[in-house]
């Protein structure tokens, strides 16, 4: 919509099925020539009040929308200035990989051709049968003179090898995901000074994080609505409260100790507590503790 770029007022999903499962679902036969393996495109055009099924160029229904609201949620990977859609993480980590791609290829034909040396003849006008091979003899004439042509000598492999890693590092930077995170740690770095390193990835998960609850609270509203029209039972509105679990290992004993500080000054109540130390329902597990102390009191 003009005034929420959140809102949409029409979603066409395109998919393909074989044409064997189109006559299953749909009951329609395949055109003259297709094979039952082969592919169908199906559109699906939902808006708020009709939805429409389309196989191919032919219209199979077309009638109203059987939620009374579009079921898809689309939302952002990140949030560009003046822009719907978003920007990707794609983008910036394509022609790095390229270039990745070729240096390796480069690498590769360095380390084939040096398993295979050339022969290199000086002084030479004509030559036959000149063979690399083990106890090969060479008959040049006087003057002349061969070796095999060496591509990694003068240290020259350790330049694309450098460039090869430093490749490897452009990528890391861009996708803001350092070495770290996938368990390199040669210099033995300590807690703090991983999340120092790490920092760049947890910067990125945090402006990714209030895209994702948003869409993740239109999607629990979407939930509820199709279980009111199934139930007849009404949970809407509803306050949903979505708490995102660490992006890296925590000290629990320290976590613990710090959850009992906060919860004692008030700052943070018990079911925070227990969700942010991962109980799965605290809800239930709260229920659970107030009868253990009901029952410690009775037996008391």
Same mark, same amino acid.
Request: proline share 7%; net charge negative.
């Given at each position: 919509? &003009?005034?929420?770029?959140?809102?949409?007022?029409?979603?066409?999903?395109?998919?393909?099925?074989?044409?064997?499962?189109?006559?299953?679902?749909?009951?329609?036969?395949?055109?003259?020539?297709?094979?039952?393996?082969?592919?169908?495109?199906?559109?699906?055009?939902?808006?708020?009040?009709?939805?429409?099924?389309?196989?191919?160029?032919?219209?199979?229904?077309?009638?109203?929308?059987?939620? %009374?609201?579009?079921?898809?949620?689309?939302?952002?990977?990140?949030?560009?200035?003046?822009?719907?859609? %978003?920007?990707?993480?794609?983008?910036?980590?394509?022609?790095?990989?390229?270039?990745?791609?070729?240096?390796?290829?480069?690498?590769?034909?360095?380390?084939?051709?040096?398993?295979?040396?050339?022969?290199?003849? &000086?002084?030479?006008?004509?030559?036959?049968?000149?063979?690399? !091979?083990?106890?090969?003899?060479? &008959?040049?004439?006087?003057?002349?003179?061969?070796?095999?042509?060496?591509?990694?000598?003068?240290?020259?492999? +350790?330049?694309?090898?450098?460039?090869?890693?430093?490749?490897?590092?452009?990528?890391?930077?861009?996708?803001?995901?350092?070495?770290?995170?996938? %368990?390199?740690?040669?210099?033995?770095?300590?807690?703090?000074?991983?999340?120092?390193?790490?920092?760049?990835?947890?910067?990125?998960?945090?402006?990714?994080?209030?895209?994702?609850?948003?869409?993740?609270?239109?999607?629990?509203?979407?939930?509820?609505?199709?279980?009111? !029209?199934?139930?007849?039972? +009404?949970?809407?509105?509803?306050?949903?409260?979505?708490?995102?679990?660490?992006?890296?290992? !925590?000290?629990?004993? +320290?976590?613990?100790? &710090?959850?009992?500080?906060?919860?004692?000054?008030?700052?943070?109540?018990?079911?925070?507590?227990?969700?942010?130390?991962?109980?799965?329902?605290?809800?239930?597990?709260?229920?659970?503790?107030? %009868?253990?102390?009901?029952?410690?009191?009775?037996?008391?």
């Amino acid at each position: 919509m &003009e005034d929420d770029p959140s809102r949409i007022w029409r979603v066409a999903t395109r998919y393909k099925i074989t044409w064997e499962a189109a006559e299953l679902l749909y009951g329609v036969s395949r055109p003259l020539g297709a094979r039952p393996e082969g592919k169908a495109t199906v559109v699906e055009v939902w808006t708020e009040h009709a939805f429409q099924l389309w196989l191919e160029d032919t219209v199979l229904e077309d009638r109203a929308n059987p939620y %009374g609201f579009i079921p898809f949620i689309i939302f952002p990977n990140l949030r560009e200035p003046k822009r719907f859609w %978003g920007t990707s993480d794609v983008p910036p980590l394509m022609e790095p990989s390229r270039e990745m791609n070729r240096a390796l290829s480069r690498m590769s034909s360095i380390l084939e051709l040096s398993g295979n040396p050339i022969a290199v003849l &000086e002084g030479v006008e004509q030559a036959q049968d000149i063979a690399v !091979q083990p106890g090969a003899v060479w &008959e040049v004439p006087e003057r002349a003179r061969a070796y095999l042509l060496d591509l990694l000598q003068g240290d020259g492999g +350790r330049l694309h090898i450098d460039y090869v890693d430093l490749l490897y590092r452009a990528l890391h930077d861009l996708a803001e995901t350092p070495g770290t995170t996938f %368990g390199d740690n040669p210099r033995s770095l300590s807690a703090v000074a991983l999340d120092m390193e790490i920092h760049p990835l947890l910067q990125k998960v945090r402006r990714k994080r209030p895209v994702r609850t948003a869409a993740y609270r239109r999607r629990i509203d979407m939930v509820l609505r199709l279980l009111e !029209q199934h139930t007849g039972e +009404r949970y809407l509105p509803l306050r949903t409260n979505i708490l995102w679990g660490p992006v890296l290992p !925590q000290d629990r004993g +320290r976590l613990v100790q &710090e959850e009992r500080t906060l919860v004692e000054a008030r700052l943070h109540s018990r079911r925070r507590a227990m969700a942010l130390l991962g109980v799965d329902d605290p809800e239930a597990e709260a229920e659970v503790i107030r %009868g253990e102390g009901t029952k410690t009191e009775a037996e008391g």
